[in-house]
């Protein structure tokens, strides 16, 4: 079974370990968000590349989530002592993979090379693709001013309130081939939304016109994992950011912001009611992710469920 999975950071990572586990060698792809990413002291940071590199190579620091296991802070000390920045804060470790990818931008490479060279030295037997090689930039409209999403996200830990989101340059950025040829690939049977927050980690991958466009004509279920259990959401500020843009905390809503676009909705047993109130097929399953058993059997159950889907009425 060949999959795709459109994915963020942490909590989408850890679905996609999960069917990283769940499916055989070479049969998972990932499309991945870098509407978060930014250049920091001269280094061009893809958080969310990363994670997934270090999620699926079983390197990932288990306690945050991002960043590499085992992580020595040398760097960030002597920044500090010299009077530097270190709100975002870059290990030892992970320093080297931004220090590399720079090299390699700055030599002429593509982003999609210097990933997949990256995801090859690293032993993972699953594709790893950039959304798009242009510049896409999250853009958070809050109470504060326009800020950027790391700005938003790591600096002010999420505490302006949010009026809007943008994509900058999403209007004329394209996929890469690489992500073209996954969606059209005639060996693909299951697209999976992982349950990354919707409007900061899967929008700005749909709002790529080309890359939705693609998912719009596919001819495989895509199925979508919500990010929320019983309202609230396990990390991150998805919950906070519905409130503050007048959206109720619910499965449903997260079904009609998908809306046109997916086939089914999987919900945590906790929201397992909200099935009567979504115009679509919904699975409920306990979702939180505490271990990679958890992980694996959630990636089952999502597999299994997607095979069951048609796509937007027509049969498989």
């Given at each position: 079974m060949t999959v795709v999975a459109l994915s963020g950071g942490v909590g989408g990572a850890k679905l996609a370990l999960g069917l990283y586990r769940a499916l055989p060698a070479n049969s998972l792809t990932m499309i991945v968000n870098t509407g978060d990413d930014f250049d920091h002291f001269g280094l061009r940071i893809c958080p969310d590349l990363d994670t997934a590199l270090y999620t699926l190579a079983g390197i990932n620091d288990p306690e945050h989530g991002w960043g590499r296991r085992d992580e020595t802070w040398t760097l960030m000390r002597a920044m500090e002592s010299l009077g530097g920045d270190t709100w975002f804060r870059l290990g030892d470790a992970d320093t080297a993979l931004h220090v590399l990818r720079t090299h390699r931008l700055r030599s002429g490479a593509s982003l999609s090379s210097v990933i997949d060279e990256i995801r090859s030295r690293l032993a993972i037997a699953a594709d790893i693709?950039?959304?798009t090689e242009l510049a896409v930039g999250t853009m958070v409209d809050t109470d504060a001013g326009e800020i950027a999403f790391q700005d938003y996200f790591v600096r002010r830990r999420c505490e302006p309130r949010i009026r809007a989101i943008r994509f900058?340059?999403?209007?004329?950025?394209?996929?890469?081939?690489?992500?073209?040829?996954?969606?059209?690939?005639?060996?693909?049977?299951?697209?999976?939304?992982?349950?990354?927050?919707?409007?900061?980690?899967?929008?700005?991958?749909?709002?790529?016109?080309?890359?939705?466009?693609?998912?719009?004509?596919?001819?495989?279920?895509?199925?979508?994992?919500?990010?929320?259990?019983?309202?609230?959401?396990?990390?991150?500020?998805?919950?906070?950011?519905?409130?503050?843009?007048?959206?109720?905390?619910?499965?449903?809503?997260?079904?009609?912001h998908y809306a046109g676009l997916i086939d089914g909705l999987v919900v945590d047993s906790a929201d397992a009611d909200a099935a009567s109130r979504i115009p679509l097929p919904v699975f409920a399953t306990p979702t939180l992710m505490k271990t990679l058993e958890d992980r694996v059997r959630l990636a089952r159950f999502v597999l299994a469920r997607a095979r069951e889907l048609t796509v937007r009425g027509r049969p498989r």
């Open positions: 693709l950039p959304m900058a340059g999403a209007a004329v950025a394209t996929m890469t081939a690489q992500v073209r040829a996954a969606l059209a690939c005639e060996t693909l049977q299951a697209i999976v939304l992982c349950p990354s927050n919707p409007y900061l980690s899967i929008d700005p991958i749909l709002a790529i016109p080309d890359l939705r466009a693609a998912l719009e004509r596919r001819r495989v279920p895509l199925i979508a994992v919500s990010p929320l259990i019983g309202g609230a959401a396990v990390k991150g500020p998805t919950a906070k950011i519905m409130a503050e843009l007048g959206i109720e905390s619910t499965p449903a809503a997260i079904a009609a």
